[in-house]
Nanobody
Framework: QVQLVDSGGGLVQAGGSLRLSCAVS????????MGWFRQAPGKEREFVAA????????RYADSVKGRFTISRDNAKNTVYLQMNSVKPEDTAVYYC?????????????????WGQGTQVIVSL
């Protein structure tokens, strides 16, 4: 069983920065692709960013490209989402997720395990 613990959310002003973290249990972290999704009230869960097992390949939603950066530290079993130049429309609950395969994916159904979510609120 894989467990994910999201953290780092909070209230931030538009234009500011925030870094989300996700700690993953188990010995297979280094072989897994990781992803971040978000869900705003009344909306479906949407893809934000993904990273492959080695950290060499990343993929981003168009809405966050150039502002957000996903990274991982395999020695710490942790994945990060650095959020810069945040906008009010980035307000959502952010979820960390993982899959057994090491390749990046962008659909929620591609992932098997999810964190509990961390709330991000961007104010004007």
């Amino acid at each position: 069983q894989v467990q994910l613990v999201d953290s780092g959310g909070g209230l931030v002003q538009a234009g500011g920065s925030l870094r989300l973290s996700c700690a993953v249990s188990g010995r297979t972290f280094g072989s897994r692709a990781m992803g971040w999704f978000r869900q705003a009230p009344g909306k479906e869960r949407e893809f934000v960013a993904a990273i492959n097992w080695s950290g060499e390949i990343t993929r981003y939603a168009d809405s966050v490209k150039g502002r957000f950066t996903i990274s991982r530290d395999n020695a710490k079993n942790t994945v990060y989402l650095q959020m810069n130049s945040v906008k009010p429309e980035d307000t959502a609950v952010y979820y960390c997720t993982t899959r057994s395969l090491g390749l990046v994916a962008t659909r929620p159904n591609d992932y098997a395990y999810w964190g509990q979510g961390t709330q991000v609120i961007v104010s004007l």
